[in-house]
């Protein structure tokens, strides 16, 4: 008890401290822009580290020689963007714009101006002087309409130019350049350092303008992306070869070419105290429930950590029961399996960086469809569920029971099956609880090795080692040929489970049931098989019971959960989520 008193008050205290050294030094980017340009692109480059990535362009445009400066990160922008519409654009049209811009505030006159109305432009100025804005005037005099006036003399009636350094640039340039120069959509503007410094981080280019404390946000996002490839992970014979990348615009985009309403959603958010990451939540107003969407929103604000590189981060956050095996948050890389989800009533959440999507709130069942199932006729959708269903009842259950049974009930099995497989044990100096756990980790071992090398050598090595390893076990005498028989089927078994974070999950709980079959044979298997249900009967995702529709009931919804019923019988959508709009389709077709 005070080991835990002190674990938790050092943890507490270790928490404040980070809190109080992050806002700390959040507080020091939150200042705001001054108006010298030099001091503000150098403040700028200390506080990145002034990286050899880090492009600064300095520009002098328009005949007041107006000092301004383009800064980016050459590996995330498009530079051919800054180049083209930025740069090319400032310096070739910014002539005109700043014409325009300094005629009533420079005072200049037009060459056939009124030589009395040029004299008013200057309060203090001479009459003579004020002459001078015409035409012929003696090029002696001092008046501003001249290109070549001194500097010196005009800064004088200026006080601010000659605190920023130099000539003061009119405000309303700014918004020249964003409105009639750039060609560039995607603008915004910037008042602190923090905003300048996420911009450039996030690859876009900012504009500083030497006397304005406004900086222009420009979007010129363009670091090298993977190209649109079929999913890996769910492969199907029937369906869209698409499959998510690690951008998230993209990401968005390929579900909204697939689901075109006005009615979807995105949430914006951003995680991570350091990586600034953009998280999307995805759904459908007037169809998704709004406790739900609420849920989620609210659970990924509460995210605080430094980064988050996968979507799992997100997923094992928000998840309600962290200490769970089973998956109570559905990740996928195929679009056509969230737009799906999403009509459903359903949230989708999209991670930058990450090409796996989550699907929440997950029902019993739905780990074990695929999207597949309804590109299918029903009668074949139906059979492929009874398959993985059995699968997953041989991958779980085979190596614990034929451990029980041939540990302690021997006399269920039938007699020929009993002497023959005591035949085959004959020699084998091990129990058979050693012999399922030597098989069990040897074939996790090679999965994984499978998984991390690479594609060529992983399958060779798969196949090869498990034939090579499998023949010396039996051969040496360490194992049975019926235990390896069982631990190849289970192995088969596993891999029909579409759901990979399922499959991985499976792998937690099949070893708890060879560990309660040793220890108590077929009564520890039921033991752990109502401890198995227990556990599902009180998870939940999202605040829905997780064990819907079973528990509780909706004898509706049974239909779709162990057979893939017709596409015209699923005609509402599912009552445990109590979607905004429960019809999904009307009656059509031969049932019409």
């Not at 002459?131 to 800064?155: D, R, Y």
């Not at 993977?226 to 492969?235: F, H, N």
């Not at 080692?465 to 028989?485: E, L, R, T, W, Y």
């Not at 009967?537 to 079973?550: E, H």
Request: aromatic share 6%; proline share 6%; net charge neutral.
């Amino acid at each position: 008890m005070r080991r835990s008193l002190f674990t938790r008050v050092y943890k507490k205290s270790t928490d404040q401290q980070y809190e109080s050294a992050t806002q700390q030094s959040e507080s020091e980017f939150n200042i705001p822009i001054g108006l010298t340009l030099k001091e503000n692109v150098e403040i700028i480059k200390k506080k990145l580290g002034d990286p050899s990535d880090l492009i600064v362009r300095d520009i002098t445009v328009g005949k007041n020689k107006h000092k301004c400066s383009i800064l980016y990160l050459s590996g995330l922008a498009d530079q051919k963007l800054v180049n083209d519409n930025i740069l090319k654009m400032v310096q070739t049209e910014i002539s005109q714009s700043d014409t325009n811009s300094n005629q009533s505030g420079t005072g200049q006159s037009e060459p056939n101006a009124n030589p009395s109305e040029a004299s008013q432009s200057e309060p203090n100025a001479n009459p003579s002087e004020a002459s001078q804005s015409e035409p012929n005037a003696n090029p002696s005099g001092t008046g501003q309409s001249e290109p070549n006036a001194n500097p010196s003399e005009a800064n004088k009636n200026n006080p601010k130019s000659s605190q920023s350094g130099g000539t003061q640039s009119d405000p309303n340039l700014l918004e020249t350049i964003e409105q009639h120069v750039i060609a560039i959509t995607d603008t915004k503007k910037g008042q602190t350092l923090y905003e300048v410094i996420n911009a450039i981080l996030s690859g876009n280019a900012v504009f500083l303008l030497d006397g304005v404390n406004t900086v222009l946000v420009m979007g010129t996002t363009g670091y090298e992306t993977r190209s649109i490839e079929e999913p890996q992970s769910e492969a199907v014979v029937r369906g869209p070869r698409t499959g998510f990348i690690e951008n998230i615009d993209k990401n968005i985009t390929l579900i909204r070419r697939e689901l075109k309403d006005p009615n979807l959603r995105f949430d914006v958010h951003e995680v991570g105290r350091r990586s600034k990451q953009k998280v999307v939540v995805c759904s459908i107003a007037g169809i998704v429930n709004p406790d739900i969407l609420n849920e989620v929103n609210r659970r990924i604000k509460t995210i605080d950590i430094d980064a988050a590189p996968d979507s799992g981060f997100v997923e094992q956050w928000i998840e309600d029961s962290f200490l769970s095996p089973i998956p109570q948050i559905l990740d996928t890389e195929r679009p056509d399996h969230v737009t799906y989800s999403v009509l459903q009533g359903k949230v989708a959440i999209l991670v930058d960086g990450s090409p796996f999507a989550l699907i929440a709130p997950v029902m019993l069942g739905e780990p074990l469809q695929s999207i597949e199932d309804y590109s299918q006729r029903w009668a074949i959708g139906t059979l492929l569920r009874l398959l993985r269903f059995l699968s997953i009842f041989i991958s779980l259950f085979l190596p614990a029971i034929y451990v029980a049974l041939t540990s302690y009930h021997p006399g269920m099995l039938p007699t020929k099956l009993a002497f023959s497989i005591a035949a085959t044990r004959e020699g084998v100096p091990f129990p058979s609880i050693f012999e399922a756990l030597l098989m069990a980790v040897t074939f996790e071992i090679l999965q994984e090795a499978g998984i991390r090398l690479p594609k060529a050598i992983g399958s060779t090595i798969g196949i090869v080692g498990g034939i090579v390893i499998g023949d010396v076990a039996v051969s040496a005498g360490i194992v049975s040929p019926a235990m390896v028989i069982i631990t190849s089927l289970t192995a088969i078994a596993s891999f029909t489970t579409p759901n990979y974070s399922l499959a991985t999950g499976l792998r937690v709980l099949r070893f708890g049931l060879l560990a309660a079959a040793s220890i108590l044979g077929l009564y520890g298997i039921i033991l752990v098989f109502i401890m198995m249900c227990i556990h599902i009967v009180n998870l939940k995702s999202m605040g829905v019971p997780f064990s819907s529709p079973i528990a509780p009931y909706f004898l509706g919804n049974l239909k779709n959960l162990l057979i893939r019923s017709p596409i015209i019988t699923l005609k509402k959508r599912p009552p445990y989520l109590e979607p905004r709009d429960i019809n999904k389709i009307n009656d059509g077709g031969k049932s019409k």
